[in-house]
């Protein structure tokens, strides 16, 4: 019913940059929350950043500075600008959303097919 699309993401050098999208579609009626996770290889799946429908925002300790969460409501879409990367950095990034469907009277969690960053030093 609802389908997450990410993009943006690829390998970068150390100090360099990348821009995340995340673009929401199908029977959605109204979407809360919506935030990045990671999961690095053989780390569990960490909160990188989230925004809320009213554009408050709060980020993981390690990329607060470096990475700026914002959200197109008219686009269903949510950005993460990540600048200043480091390899530590590398890993699979996971859109998520806290979907209301136009079938439902509740919201569910959809999570999107993830895109890899790769930081090379």
């Known amino acids: 019913q609802v389908q997450l699309v990410e993009s943006g993401g690829g390998p970068v050098q150390a100090g360099g940059s990348l821009r995340l999208s995340c673009a929401a579609s199908g029977s959605i009626f109204r979407i809360d929350a919506m935030a990045w996770y990671r999961q690095a290889p053989g780390k569990q799946r960490e909160l990188v950043a989230r925004?809320?429908?009213?554009?408050?925002?709060n980020y993981a300790d390690s990329v607060k500075g470096r990475f700026t969460i914002s959200r197109d409501t008219t686009k269903n879409t949510v950005y993460l600008q990540m600048d200043s990367l480091n390899p530590g950095d590398t890993a699979v990034y996971y859109c998520?959303?806290?979907?209301?469907?136009?079938?439902?009277?509740?919201?569910?969690?959809?999570w999107g097919q993830g895109t890899q960053v790769t930081v090379s030093s």
């Open positions: 925004i809320t429908s009213d554009g408050l925002t």
């Open positions: 998520n959303a806290r979907v209301r469907t136009t079938t439902a009277y509740r919201y569910d969690v959809y």
